[in-house]
């Protein structure tokens, strides 16, 4: 682990800023609001004969604003953008910054094409965690901590019936496309994983917060897949971030809060710490610890709010989240001792 230079730090800064003024300035027709649940919501509104399509591009904000002002301005300075996304890249990589492998990479810039992430998807688990780097200002452990040949993305079910948009062309044809089949459950209707055909067998799995008793399958019409409802998995998607993958000149995607993921994972840790699971638990509190060690040097009260809003959720949140930290003594004192910074 080593932190990245002030060179590197200033350089994802504008990349990110530059594929976000990509994302405004490439939708088509004109930008409308709408006000959905008491919150009000940016699209491109395009005439497709008699029809209007609304486009979605996100929530409301000072930032978004700023760019729909700028929209001539920034569709102007489409080529000038693309070449200076190029600039930035190689300088992120002469630096040191990892990027991703060209299997990741290249499925990541298919769904990002089709609109997986401008629809609220979120890329999580340990493909999220490799892309913390540019956020945390750090490089990230090599090894099994950040080993995985799984993509998971979540959405809110909410949400993604609200959006009334969906992902042109499907993700199955995406999918299909880049050579994935759909993984078989005992329901034929409910394909919720792909699987890649091939020496990687990489793993394409969507999934979504559950609100009830009961876990089950639910429907993601934005995306246009199914998505295996989670207990918990409200808490990490919720207020996520954007973040730059490292792949040709820059790929916008969608990433939890840091210090969320890792009280997360803490929970997930407990889930799963028997069994077949266990390596997987044992992965979950490698990348709990990095992330508290690394935040409680620069920004402690971030961390200390994330657990204080976990322990505060309920009993069960709190067992499960105290077991986890019972076998990590050193983070435990860590993260404890945030409250007093």
Same mark, same amino acid.
């Not at 042109?168 to 044809?173: D, G, H, K, R, Y």
């Not at 299909?176 to 089949?181: E, G, I, P, V």
């Given at each position: 682990?080593?932190?990245?230079?002030? #060179?590197?730090?200033?350089?994802?800064?504008? /990349?990110?800023?530059?594929?976000?003024?990509?994302?405004?300035?490439?939708? $088509?027709?004109?930008?409308?609001?709408?006000?959905?649940?008491?919150?009000?919501?940016?699209?491109?509104?395009e005439k497709i004969g008699s029809d209007v399509k609304f486009w979605y591009i996100g929530p409301d904000s000072a930032e978004t604003r700023n760019r729909v002002d700028r929209m001539n301005e920034l569709r102007e300075q489409a080529a000038e953008r693309k070449r200076e996304r190029a600039r930035l890249a190689r300088l992120l990589r002469a630096e040191g910054m990892t990027p991703v492998d060209r299997g990741t990479g290249g499925l990541l810039l298919a769904m990002a094409k089709v609109g997986t992430f401008r629809l609220g998807g979120t890329l999580i688990g340990t493909n999220a965690f490799r892309l913390m780097e540019g956020e945390l200002g750090?490089?990230?452990p090599l090894g099994s901590v950040a080993n995985t040949g799984d993509v998971d993305i979540a959405q809110f079910e909410r949400l993604s019936v609200? /959006? !009334?948009?969906? #992902?042109?062309?499907?993700?199955?044809?995406? &999918?299909?496309?880049?050579? &994935?089949?759909? #993984? !078989?459950?005992?329901? $034929?209707?409910s394909v919720w994983r792909w699987q890649q055909s091939g020496q990687t067998g990489m793993m394409i799995e969507f999934l979504t917060p559950s609100f009830d008793a009961e876990e089950g399958i639910r429907d993601l019409p934005a995306l246009g897949v199914k998505a295996r409802a989670l207990h918990h998995l409200n808490y990490l998607i919720s207020d996520p971030i954007h973040a730059v993958a490292l792949y040709r000149d820059g790929i916008l995607v969608q990433i939890p809060r840091p210090e969320? &993921?890792?009280?997360?994972?803490?929970? #997930?840790?407990?889930?799963?710490?028997d069994g077949p699971e266990s390596f997987k638990a044992e992965k979950d509190r490698l990348q709990a610890a990095f992330l508290i060690e690394t935040m409680a040097e620069d920004r402690p009260s971030d961390i200390w709010d994330a657990y204080a809003?976990?322990?505060?959720?309920?009993?069960?949140?709190?067992? $499960?989240?105290?077991?986890?930290? !019972?076998?990590?003594?050193?983070?435990r004192e860590i993260l404890i001792a945030c409250e007093a910074v």
């Open positions: 682990m080593a932190n990245l230079s002030s #060179v590197a730090r200033s350089a994802y800064g504008d /990349l990110l800023r530059l594929l976000k003024d990509d994302m405004v300035a490439n939708v $088509r027709g004109s930008l409308v609001t709408k006000e959905r649940g008491g919150k009000v919501y940016w699209y491109a509104a750090t490089t990230l609200a /959006l !009334q948009d969906a #992902v042109e062309p499907s993700l199955a044809e995406t &999918f299909s496309a880049l050579k &994935f089949d759909p #993984v !078989q459950g005992l329901d $034929r209707d969320k &993921f890792a009280i997360h994972k803490l929970i #997930v840790a407990d889930r799963r710490r809003d976990a322990m505060a959720r309920g009993p069960r949140w709190r067992e $499960r989240i105290e077991r986890t930290l !019972q076998r990590m003594r050193d983070t």
